[in-house]
């Protein structure tokens, strides 16, 4: 009879084999090959744990699951963290949360406002509308991209009950401020963190600020899983509320395979129904199925032993373009690191000053003819967009610089996966495009 042991063993042996053979090379070509602005950067590891997980074909959230989201819990310091199926989905379960009837007066109601920008990514915005609150759009300043402190203070009003924004680009916004705000006017707080995995203020992770925050694991983050995201908070009552409504809604919190955790399965009055209800069947939140699977966090959790080396070679291609860039000041304006903070960036966002002579789509075309990747800031200014133009949101006083940005601004990649040899080609392509615009 076969050995499904040693069978196992050759496919692991193989599968190293198959890593190197396929994609441990890569020649870089100078105006051949692209320079993404971002992409999954892995090893034989995550190969090697994505088939340990197809094998252990265990697929719904299992042992992969528990390491990956224990290694999370540990790189920031936070007590409960709970796995999902993409950044988004961390996003409308951390604020469906806080909907939450368990919350009692403490719940958002729809019509109640919450604190945004309309310079960032729509999945920060798209819960707040979904569940009938209302976003108010503060403007952000430059050079940070982050939300302007003295116009959030004028936003708030007696219907503001949360704030959710997000840490823009990887650059922490300024966290003393926000949450001295949010403790004097009793407002939960969201950070959106699926942009600064890594990040620190005041030599504190990023995401353990908030009530909750959340993680984004498409391949253009920190680390990847393919979709994947993950929701952190330090309160176990939120945690388990976004347990439920991640996993059906249900009340019950057994891990997947288990029963009668609580003891009580059996025995409770829930709702209407009879006497003993089945806890596993007993639905207290309208909710959805969210979850993970393990093949996924089986590459998470290889990932994640990278993630600092990650963030130092984010930290290091951002002083590159840094250094390009500022070469020419009287063209662009740089970026720059919060106060007090020490940005894992997830990208080098540069904006061209009033008055210059060259457009911003102009510097793009050029480098992405070079195939040079460049992005936008996501949305530019949500309020402008098709899906967003007919919703109720509320603009707090202007958005002066979010439209500054959304004409003029773009960004370039840092991710772990730039070399040298492309930071020397893509100088030569800026020096050029300089020139040829003299
Ligand atoms: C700030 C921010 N929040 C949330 C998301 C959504 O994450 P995902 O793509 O995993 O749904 C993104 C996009 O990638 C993002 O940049």
Known sequence: MADPKLIRKEIIAKTIAYYQAKFSQSDFIPGKSKVNYAGRVFDQQELVNAVEASLDFWLTEGRFSEEFAEKISDFLGIEHVLLTNSGSSANLLAFSALTSEKLGDKRLKPG????????????????????????????????????????????????TRCIFIAHTLGNP???????????????????????AFGSEYKGKKTGTFGHLSTISFYPAHHITTGEGGAICTNDPQLANLVRAFRD????????????????????????????????????????????????QAAIGAAQIDKLPHFCDRRKENFKEWFRIFSKYPDYFILPEATKNSDPAWFAFIVTLKEGTHFKRDEVTAYFNAKLIETRNLFAGNMTKQPGFINQKWR?????????????????????????????????????EFIASQK
């Open 248 to 295: 059906w809604g249900r009340d019950c919190y057994c891990a997947g395979g288990e029963n009668n955790t609580c003891g009580k399965r059996f025995s409770q009055q829930f709702g209407d129904l009879p006497f003993g209800f089945d806890h596993k069947y007993v639905y207290s939140e309208i909710g959805y199925n969210l979850k993970m699977t393990d093949i």
């Open 112 to 159: 109640d406002e919450v604190i945004s920008v309309a310079a960032g990514f729509p999945a920060t915005v798209t819960p707040i509308l979904q569940y009938g609150l209302i976003p108010v759009f503060v403007d952000v300043e430059f050079p940070t991209y982050n939300i302007d402190i003295e116009m959030m203070r004028k936003a708030i009003t007696s219907k």
């Open 173 to 195: 916004f300024n966290l003393d401020a926000v949450m001295q705000l949010a403790t004097e006017f009793n407002l939960w707080v969201i950070e959106d963190n699926c942009d």
């Open 395 to 431: 603009i707090a006083g202007n958005l002066k610089n979010t439209d500054f940005i959304m004409n003029n601004t773009f960004f370039l990649g840092t991710y772990p996966g730039l070399t040298s040899e492309m930071f020397t080609y893509a100088e030569s392509v800026l020096d």
